[in-house]
C-alpha cells in the first residue's frame, strides 16, 4: 500500500495516514497544518527525527527530508549493524538512487549488477526497475 501511495497510484484514507504518523512518530497535524514559513534555520532534533526501524534486519533508516517533499526529492540516513541486511521495492518511474558512504563497507546490488561502497564513495544506480527488482544493501 505504501509503495502504491508513493508512486502515485493510490491516495491514502484518513486512518493510514494516522497509523503512518503513529509508526513514524510524527505528528498528524503535521501532515494537515499549513506549514510556518520560517526565515531562520529549521532544526529538526534527533529525538524528534522519523525512524523507520522495521525494514531490513540490523538496519535504522531516518527520513531527513520534509514531509512535503515524499515522492519528490527523499533523502535518508542509512545506519547499519554488523551483518545488516535492507532489501527494497523498486521506485517510481526514472528514479535514481545515490547512496553515499560516510563509514565502513557496504555491498550494494542493484538488479544483476553488484558493487563495493566504502567510506567516501557515491554509488548512483537505478532504483525503478521491473519485478522481480530489489535494491540490496550488506554490511561487509
Request: aromatic share 4%; proline share 8%; charged share 20%.
Amino acid at each position: 500500500m505504501v509503495g502504491q501511495i508513493e508512486r502515485g497510484e493510490s491516495s491514502p484514507t484518513v486512518s493510514t495516514l494516522w497509523n503512518l504518523t503513529q509508526a513514524l512518530k510524527v505528528d498528524f497535524a503535521e501532515l494537515v497544518e499549513n506549514p510556518v514559513q520560517s526565515r531562520g534555520i529549521e532544526i529538526m532534533s534527533s529525538a524528534s527525527t522519523p525512524t523507520i526501524g522495521t525494514l531490513g534486519e540490523g538496519c535504522r533508516i531516518r527520513i531527513l527530508n520534509p514531509p512535503g517533499q515524499t515522492g519528490q526529492h527523499e533523502v535518508y540516513e542509512l545506519a547499519f549493524q554488523p551483518d545488516g541486511l535492507l532489501d527494497s521495492a523498486p521506485d517510481g518511474p526514472k528514479a535514481k538512487e545515490q547512496l553515499m558512504m560516510i563509514s565502513g563497507i557496504l555491498e550494494v546490488t542493484s538488479s544483476e549488477n553488484t558493487a563495493l561502497a566504502r567510506a567516501g564513495d557515491t554509488a548512483r544506480y537505478d532504483a525503478n526497475w521491473p519485478p522481480p527488482f530489489a535494491t540490496s544493501m550488506a554490511v561487509l
